[in-house]
């Protein structure tokens, strides 16, 4: 059973930059795509990013698009989200999930992390 874990959040200023990690465990992860998603409060849960199983795809939303990197190292079962450039807006609690493919839909993903709490604010 895969499980996921999500970490690197914390409070930035406007500007700074983080990068969070979706480290995987109880399976390998070189058969999963990986998306990150975002909650901020009161609003829906949206997709920021997704990569391929291989890497050799990825996407990103347009409000992220040049500030985010989604990168990922199958040696070390991680995948990572680098957010320059942070804004006030970028305020939510980021996600990992994985599943066979990239998909729009957050209930396509089949496994997903705990989150971790991204506050940008001066």
């Known amino acids: 059973q895969l499980q996921l874990v999500d970490s690197g959040g914390g409070l930035v200023q406007p500007g700074g930059s983080l990068t969070l990690s979706c480290a995987a465990s109880?399976?390998?992860?070189?058969?999963?795509?990986i998306g990150w998603f975002r909650q901020a409060p009161g609003k829906e849960r949206e997709g920021v990013s997704c990569?391929?199983?291989?890497?050799?795809?990825?996407n990103y939303a347009d409000s992220v698009e040049v500030r985010f990197t989604i990168s990922r190292d199958n040696a070390k079962n991680t995948v990572y989200l680098r957010m320059n450039s942070l804004k006030p807006e970028d305020t939510a609690v980021y996600y990992c999930?994985?599943?066979?493919?990239?998909?729009?839909?957050?209930?396509?993903?089949?496994?997903w992390g705990q989150g971790t709490q991204v506050t940008v604010s001066s």
């Open positions: 999930a994985a599943d066979p493919f990239c998909w729009y839909h957050d209930y396509e993903y089949q496994y």
């Open positions: 109880g399976s390998t992860l070189d058969s999963y795509a």
């Open positions: 990569i391929s199983s291989t890497g050799t795809y990825t």
